[in-house]
């Protein structure tokens, strides 16, 4: 089959081939058969048009030059895609829904304001005591006096809560861009190339946001390091999207290159890591952070193998293109590794909720 026919109305010739069609009748065949549902092949390795041609371990199943509605719809049939498509997009869902119950948390102005009214009257009875029983203040006083300087001081050093969603931000853009590059990437050539180039951006995006939460409230007061970090993963990031933007490094012989675009931004963050770590040594939380940050550099540094050697399909051309090949588990690594990300951002945000300015070195 020619790469241009991967998708094809189902034409019977019957009724031209009889002849005994009148003219009508055939118009009126015709007409049925534009209304009729397009129905589309899959295609072998062997038949791709040269800009599909990525992966030579996976023979079969590929999706060549499908209508956009058509293509969409394949979410739901079986392809070599498919597990691609749903791997992030449960990984997008799971993201999302944490952005949700975490939004539900962020403390609102009206509860700002209730909690501020609501400490009022226990000191304007606490001031009371002081001016006219100062010397019989019980211990339930206390108490309340203590209860509201503690309210008081936890809104007041509540940490500000944007850098932790500019990361589930970029993971969400990440996960759709990429589970909407292996949907509709079978649409065309330069469909193609205009999704691969948002993929790339996405994955780009989604390392430049892992940095906002760790650098934002490690060095929360230490501004000029914040910017300076900040500034440089943002600037790589930028970078690393306008190389990418050729679609020479778009194709299957730029794999390895572009994995070490990527993992070099990642391992960029050894720097301010080694910093962080010398500077709160001797906080409790350093030692789990720092495991929560090694799964994720595990996770992702295994995800990148299993993209740059192909294995398995490469061991067993055919056996894995539905289900098993290493795009998949890479997929997998990503949701993995972004998962272990999210746990330490949440011990960063806890920490600085709890650990003022002036109580670091
Ligand atoms: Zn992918």
């Known amino acids: 089959m020619n790469s241009n026919q991967g998708c094809v109305s189902k034409r019977k ?39 599909m041609k990525d992966n030579e371990y996976i023979l079969n199943y590929y999706r060549v030059n499908w209508p956009l509605k058509e ?3 394949s979410v739901f049939r079986w392809h070599n895609e498919t597990l691609n498509i749903w791997t992030h997009l449960i990984g997008f869902f799971v993201f999302l829904g944490l952005t949700i119950a975490n939004l539900e948390n962020v403390p609102k102005v009206s ?3 209730s909690n501020f009214t ?41 940490a500000s809560r944007w850098p932790f969603f500019v990361f589930l931000g970029g993971s969400m853009f990440c996960l759709l861009s990429s589970s909407l590059c292996h949907l509709l990437g079978c649409r065309s050539h330069r469909f193609n ?25 490690i060095f929360q007061c230490d501004p000029h390091w914040q910017f300076i970090y900040l500034a440089l993963i943002t600037t790589m990031g930028i970078l690393t999207v306008l190389t990418l933007l050729s679609p020479t490094h778009s194709t299957g012989a730029f ?59 490469k061991w067993k051309p055919g056996m894995f293109d539905l289900a098993g090949h290493s795009h998949q588990i890479f ?9 272990a990300h999210y ?13 003022g300015c002036d109580k670091l070195v």
């Not at 049925?32 to 040269?50: A, I």
């Not at 009371?128 to 007041?156: C, G, H, M, Q």
């Not at 391992?267 to 500077?279: D, E, N, Q, R």
């Open 331 to 339: 997929h997998v690594f990503v949701i993995l590794g972004a998962l």
């Open 111 to 113: 509860d700002l304001i």
């Open 343 to 355: 746990g330490a951002a949440l011990i960063f945000i806890e920490w600085r909720d709890h650990v």
């Open 255 to 313: 794999r390895a290159f572009r994995a070490c675009l990527f993992l070099a931004m990642g391992f960029s963050g050894i720097i301010p890591a080694l910093h962080a770590v010398s500077v709160n040594w001797s906080e409790p939380r350093c030692a789990i952070t720092l495991a929560y940050e090694l799964a994720m550099a595990l996770s992702y540094v295994t995800g990148t193998l299993f993209y740059v050697s192909r294995i398995p399909e």
């Open 71 to 73: 293509a969409f719809f």
């Open 13 to 51: 010739k019957r009724g031209m081939e009889s002849g005994v069609l009148t003219k009508g009748e055939e118009e009126e065949k015709i007409e049925k058969q534009k209304k009729k549902k397009m129905k589309c092949d899959l295609v072998s390795y062997m038949e791709l048009p040269d800009y």
């Open 193 to 217: 190339l205009l999704l691969l180039r948002i993929d790339y951006a996405g994955i780009a995006i989604m390392i430049v946001a892992s940095f906002f939460p760790p650098i934002y409230y």
């Open 118 to 158: 609501r400490s009022l009257p226990i000191s304007a009875r606490a001031n009371t005591s002081e001016n006219n029983n100062s010397f019989f203040w019980d211990s339930s006083t206390l108490t309340d006096l203590e209860k509201t300087t503690a309210e008081i001081s936890t809104v007041a050093q509540q």
